[in-house]
């Protein structure tokens, strides 16, 4: 017997169905029959005067179950067992103790009352799958709140609070305490007054005003979203809130989502969704490793980063120890973090008073002593081995027992910085990302011989700090940075064919970057990659020789592109244009346009052929965790689902292909397809068939 998903139990004449649907009650096929039945036998029971629907959990309902979109619909349907609710001739009313998302909501709102608890909140976040509300949430939100407080809601797909919720009368009541309690009373109320009010009826809401302040909305989001087909739809239903009767608007968006729900970006907007909670299992380690307990931080090196991950610990309410060499260092260091908050709060984005509290919770030092206490130090300094060993070597000495040492390095080796100190299992990477107060993502660095728990407590503090923390292996480059250099050799290669920056970026910013790789060099600081080249022996001739003439990017005005007086978007140079003209021309290369989608594949395909190999060699557990670190760390586009994503869609022996290609007109044998690629195409899979490896 498969387990009851709704529990109906009884209070007087009151019946009280309780959903009962771990771990968040997404409405699956077994509990939209359990709904259906639990409402028809209460509805159909002569002894019961009204219904009081809960649910136990931290979600009252969390929506749709969103794994069973792209697959074959199974009955009952959605908006029919919403339906049957609304039209239930006993009055309903939905007692909301956590999350109503999505279909959670739209049960919530077929429903004739609504009582919540003050913790509870309310969204509908279809918009972020790449769909709009398929459950009468269009059209039964607009009548309630009115069109023009729910559109925006349903655009930005954000959840509100349940005063807020109350406020716009989108739900009746809000108690502190027994919520259930409080519908049952609302129950006996609106039984007593007869056929119960129902959403779907009311256009109280509905004026003239409402209409022409949503039509400014849709006007505008029109504008401003580039066409996105889920806000066009979202437009479209709502609209009929004022053309069309009820069933026919619950028509209209029906059909809308079902074509949203088959489109290829809502498909890998989901990928990205379950990619999302999937990192939050690392293999190998159980659910019964704890985090260590972190209660204060020390940062090494106020530098850029180190200030930016110090700020993270601040607006994370953690205090933390920003620690320099010398005095000057760390008042400058200072001063850059104070003049980043006066910006936000300039900006409005924080008020004064937040601002003093974080600058409060970051106290300056000098000298590694300072960092004796603290829970965990996380080691931002200059990148160079040397430098690094020294520092953990100093740390191994001063570092109180158990605290976890880990390093910001972006490339180097994390078991030889651990060999500085006697503690290699609390020695871990944790990379963030520049800006580090800005970028959500965080690569946890689990090299050979650290204790699972240091791991657990990285990804839970990464958590903490509002990260989106992925485990990767020890490994050059780790996995972001791996992949961005096959990218960039891939530029250069390019570039040295025949194609231009201008031409090189566009076809990246059409594909949905926001920034090309020249852009983004220029925007890092080409002496970047040049100073790592160096160090490591390597040379790239159009990269270097831009660098060679002093053109570091937007910081001194060019760089791949001009940036006359400041300017935040470079021009076209025909001076680096005739330069990367010469470096062809010295190499013997007859230079040749490139279609858009030629340069695509050129960049595109070594990186997932980087990302098969960082597969192989267990640097990354699954496809999906490089999905989520491009999305986080480099702006791939979310509605294209991450570089391992996108390339099952393109086809895995389509790649081999094109990759054998690329190998045999330029020489290069990296771009040969890694085995694990060339297997999977053998086989006719995608990455998506790949089980978990240990990272
Ligand atoms: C929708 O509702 C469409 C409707 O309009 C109806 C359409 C009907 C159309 C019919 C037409 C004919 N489904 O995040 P966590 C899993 S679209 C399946 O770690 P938290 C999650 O994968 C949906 N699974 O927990 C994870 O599983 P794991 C709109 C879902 O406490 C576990 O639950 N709703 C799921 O940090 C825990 O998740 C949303 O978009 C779902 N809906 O956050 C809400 N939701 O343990 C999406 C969660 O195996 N959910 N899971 O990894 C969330 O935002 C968050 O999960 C919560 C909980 C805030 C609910």
């Known amino acids: 017997m498969p387990m009851e998903t709704v529990r109906l139990a009884r209070e007087g004449e009151i019946a009280i169905a309780t959903i009962d649907n771990p771990p968040v009650n997404a409405l699956g096929q077994a509990l939209r029959a359990d709904l259906a039945r639990v409402i028809a036998e209460a509805g159909a029971d002569p002894a019961v005067s009204a219904i009081v629907l809960a649910a136990v959990g931290r979600a009252f309902v969390a929506g749709a179950d969103i794994s069973e979109f792209g697959k074959p619909p199974l009955?009952?349907?959605?908006?029919?067992?919403?339906?049957?609710?609304?039209?239930?001739?006993?009055?309903?009313?939905?007692?909301?103790?956590?999350?109503?998302?999505?279909?959670?909501?739209?049960?919530?709102?077929?429903?004739?009352?609504?009582?919540?608890?003050?913790?509870?909140?309310?969204?509908?976040?279809?918009?972020?799958?790449?769909?709009?509300?398929?459950?009468?949430?269009?059209?039964?939100?607009?009548?309630?709140?009115?069109?023009?407080?729910?559109?925006?809601?349903?655009?930005?797909?954000?959840?509100?609070?349940?005063?807020?919720?109350?406020?716009?009368?989108?739900?009746?009541?809000?108690?502190?305490?027994?919520?259930?309690?409080?519908?049952?009373?609302?129950?006996?109320?609106?039984?007593?007054?007869?056929?119960?009010?129902?959403?779907?009826?009311?256009?109280?809401?509905?004026?003239?005003?409402?209409?022409?302040?949503?039509?400014?909305?849709?006007?505008?989001?029109?504008?401003?979203?580039?066409?996105?087909?889920?806000?066009?739809?979202?437009?479209?239903?709502?609209?009929?809130?004022?053309?069309?009767?009820?069933?026919?608007?619950?028509?209209?968006?029906?059909?809308?989502?079902?074509?949203?729900?088959?489109?290829?970006?809502?498909?890998?907007?989901?990928?990205?969704?379950?990619?999302?909670?999937?990192?939050?299992?690392?293999?190998?380690?159980?659910?019964?490793?704890?985090?260590?307990?972190?209660?204060?931080?020390?940062?090494?090196?106020?530098?850029?980063?180190?200030?930016?991950?110090?700020?993270?610990?601040?607006?994370?309410?953690?205090?933390?120890?920003?620690?320099?060499?010398?005095?000057?260092?760390?008042?400058?260091?200072?001063?850059?973090?104070?003049?980043?908050?006066?910006?936000s709060v300039t900006r409005g984005s924080l008020t004064p008073e937040k601002r003093d509290e974080r600058l409060a919770l970051i106290t300056p030092a000098v000298g590694l002593a300072a960092a004796a206490d603290a829970d965990i130090v996380i080691e931002a300094a200059f990148e160079e081995m040397g430098v690094k060993q020294q520092i953990f070597g100093a740390l191994d000495g001063i570092a109180k027992s158990g605290a976890i040492l880990a390093s910001n390095t972006s490339y180097l080796d994390v078991p030889t910085i651990a060999a500085a100190t006697k503690r290699p299992q609390d020695v871990l990477g944790m990379h963030f990302f520049s800006p580090a107060n800005v970028m959500k993502l965080l690569e946890v660095v689990r090299p050979q011989g650290v204790a699972d728990d240091a791991v657990v407590t990285a990804m839970a503090l990464g958590r903490r700090l509002g990260k989106v923390p992925v485990v990767v292996g020890n490994g050059f480059g780790f996995v972001g940075n791996r992949m961005l250099e096959a990218r960039t050799r891939a530029t250069e290669r390019l570039l040295i064919a025949g194609a231009l920056p201008h031409e090189v970026d566009a076809a990246l910013t059409g594909f949905g970057f926001k920034m090309g790789p020249c852009a983004m060099a220029d925007l890092a600081g080409n002496d970047i990659g040049w100073r790592s080249r160096k160090a490591r022996g390597k040379t790239a001739a159009v990269a270097d020789a831009i660098c060679e003439a002093g053109w570091f990017g937007q910081k001194t005005g060019r760089g791949y592109f001009l940036y006359p007086e400041g300017a935040r978007s470079g021009q076209r140079d025909p001076e680096v244009e005739a330069l990367i003209a010469r470096i062809s021309e010295e190499q013997g290369v007859t230079r040749r346009s490139f279609t858009t989608d030629e340069i695509l594949s050129r960049l595109l395909d070594p990186m997932v052929n980087e990302g098969a190999r960082i597969l192989e060699e267990g640097i990354a557990a699954r496809p999906g965790d490089i999905d989520v670190i491009w999305l986080n760390g480099y702006n791939w586009p979310a509605w294209r689902g991450g570089p391992m994503y996108w390339a099952d869609t393109v086809g895995l022996r389509t790649l081999v292909a094109r990759l054998e290609q690329q190998a045999a007109e330029t020489g290069d044998a990296t771009l040969q397809p890694a085995p694990l690629l060339r297997r999977l195409a053998d086989e006719s899979k995608g990455f998506a068939d790949l089980k978990a490896r240990s990272a």
């Open 75 to 343: 009955a009952p349907f959605l908006p029919d067992v919403l339906d049957s609710i609304e039209t239930c001739r006993k009055p309903v009313v939905a007692a909301i103790q956590g999350v109503a998302l999505g279909g959670g909501l739209e049960v919530a709102l077929a429903c004739h009352g609504r009582v919540a608890s003050v913790s509870a909140s309310f969204g509908l976040p279809e918009i972020k799958l790449g769909l709009i509300p398929g459950a009468g949430g269009t059209q039964r939100l607009p009548r309630l709140i009115g069109a023009a407080q729910a559109f925006p809601m349903m655009l930005a797909g954000e959840p509100i609070t349940a005063s807020r919720a109350l406020s716009l009368h989108l739900v009746d009541e809000v108690v502190d305490g027994d919520v259930v309690a409080a519908a049952v009373a609302l129950a006996r109320q609106l039984a007593a007054r007869g056929a119960p009010e129902r959403v779907c009826d009311r256009t109280g809401r509905l004026t003239a005003a409402d209409r022409e302040a949503f039509e400014a909305q849709a006007l505008a989001t029109t504008k401003s979203s580039g066409e996105m087909p889920n806000a066009m739809a979202l437009i479209e239903a709502v609209r009929g809130v004022f053309a069309l009767p009820f069933a026919e608007g619950l028509a209209v968006e029906r059909a809308l989502f079902l074509k949203l729900v088959a489109d290829p970006r809502s498909a890998a907007l989901r990928h990205v969704f379950f990619a999302e909670r999937e990192i939050a299992r690392v293999p190998g380690i159980g659910a019964g490793v704890k985090p260590r307990p972190i209660a204060n931080a020390a940062v090494i090196g106020a530098g850029t980063m180190g200030g930016g991950i110090a700020m993270c610990f601040a607006n994370a309410g953690i205090p933390v120890t920003l620690i320099e060499q010398e005095q000057a260092q760390i008042d400058n260091g200072m001063n850059r973090v104070a003049a980043i908050y006066a910006m």
